[in-house]
């Protein structure tokens, strides 16, 4: 199975601040990756897929970047409804696998 | 609008079956997968297996094997994920999740989750 690492674990951050988050596939995966954010008590919601594609509605603050093994989210400029945890997803396998997640808070 | 209204919370005992619906609207059924995806509580995703609403092919993670099975009813547009021989660490909210487009895989529409809770 793929294994996929992000980085970092959780960060603290203020409205306004640019936030990039990390995540390491264990092989190769082309621009397969997803990336979600999930709020407390709700559905996760996708963000970014095949790296670097917004879906209809998705604010352009959020874009995704990267190919192979290394990829990273970065949001522009964190607005309060951003405070969220951050999930990346591979889908080169038939096996899909999420990363651990990164908490951005306050 | 694309929906996944998914059936209610459930308590099982140690060694039981859960059966768990996710009805779907809005959209040709056949034409997506429908992914299972489970959060422990506090704990982050986890990726069950995918099933075609075409015809039903499945792909499951290698830890769910042998104890999920997910099926679809096209007549009702309904995709049901069963899991077996439940344990106190099954204990989790399932949510049932739609492809946005047929490729590349993504998980773009989510139902609202379904707490499953197995104690004794």
């Known amino acids: 199975d793929i294994q996929m690492t992000q980085s970092p674990s959780s960060l603290s951050a203020s409205v306004g601040d640019r936030v990039t988050i990390t995540c390491r596939a264990s092989q190769s995966i082309s621009t397969y990756l997803n990336w979600y954010q999930q709020k407390p008590g709700k559905a996760p919601n996708l963000l970014i897929y095949?790296?670097?594609s917004l879906p209809p509605g998705v604010p352009s603050r959020f874009s995704g970047s990267g190919s192979g093994t290394d990829f990273s989210l970065t949001i522009s400029s964190l607005q309060p409804e951003d405070f969220a945890t951050y999930y990346c997803q591979q889908s080169d396998s038939t096996a899909l696998s999420f990363g651990a997640g990164t908490r951005v808070e306050i | 609008q694309i929906q996944l209204v998914q059936s209610g919370p459930e308590v099982k005992k140690p060694g039981a079956s859960v059966k768990v619906s996710c009805k779907a609207s809005?959209?040709?059924?056949?034409?997506?997968?429908i992914h299972w995806v489970r959060q422990a509580p506090g704990q982050g995703l986890e990726w069950m297996g995918r099933i075609s609403a075409y015809n039903g092919n499945t792909n499951y993670a290698q830890r769910f094997q042998d104890r999920v099975i997910m099926t679809t009813d096209t007549s009702t547009k309904t995709a049901y994920m069963e899991v077996r021989s439940l344990r106190v660490d099954d204990t989790a909210v399932y949510y049932c999740?739609?492809?946005?487009?047929?490729?590349?895989?993504?998980?773009?529409?989510w139902g609202q989750g379904t707490l499953v809770t197995v104690s004794s």
């Open positions: 095949s790296a670097s």
């Open positions: 809005g959209y040709t059924f056949t034409s997506y997968g």
């Open positions: 999740a739609r492809d946005l487009q047929q490729w590349p895989i993504s998980n773009g529409y």
